[in-house]
């Protein structure tokens, strides 16, 4: 198994987002197969970079590929982004957790593998990613990306907890995992 690299996030977001799906993700000694994502771009309304408007809460969007985009949502939860070509990003909405469970458990209170990582914020806080890894490069520790050895099925459909696009079909999930957020109701592609 390879280390991704960065030419693999200087594509679009959504080829980037089903690129993922079978991949491993760690930070630190803690981490797992990434399971579901969504894409976003500057032409997208649920986008924090909708119409290349850049605020200091999305400046790594316009920074370079391959960086992490963390930000905090409804006063709760971080998210884990990965930064793509042209202020695009790839939200990690869940992992199958496979190591540093034990850690991962006392993180979130919650020993149920299947619901450790299932959610953009569960998964930051199983992982214990927050803001200050906002920007860090997803080729150095504490980040690692290994490449999946095989290609997955993949199922699509709307993303999750929007209001604005929500009918656009850019979330990705291996199809019929146990460790989705909410599972697709589409066929794989």
């Known amino acids: 198994m390879k280390p991704i690299g960065p030419r693999f996030f200087a ?29 976003y771009d500057t032409t997208d309304p649920a986008s924090h ?39 695009s990003a790839v939200l990690i909405r869940a992992l199958e957790p496979t190591h540093g469970l034990a850690a991962m458990a006392r993180r979130r209170g919650n020993d149920d593998p299947r619901k450790l990582c299932s959610g953009p914020g569960k998964l930051c806080e199983a992982l214990g990613i927050t803001g200050v890894h906002n920007g860090l490069s997803l080729f150095a520790p504490p980040l690692a990306l290994i490449n999946r050895s095989r290609r997955p099925a993949i199922a699509t459909g709307v993303r999750i907890g929007l209001t604005k696009a929500a009918d656009l079909p850019r979330r990705y999930g291996l199809a019929n995992s146990p460790h989705l957020s909410r599972g697709f109701p589409e066929l794989p592609i």
């Open 49 to 87: 970079s909708y119409g290349e408007r850049q605020t200091r809460r999305n400046a790594v969007m316009f920074g370079a590929p391959g960086h992490a985009y963390v930000y905090f949502i409804y006063g709760v939860h971080w998210c884990l982004n990965f930064v793509c070509k042209d202020a």
């Open 11 to 39: 594509r679009d977001a959504d080829a980037v987002a089903r690129a993922l799906i079978g991949t491993t993700l760690m930070f630190g000694k803690s981490g797992g197969i990434i399971v579901e994502t969504e894409a």
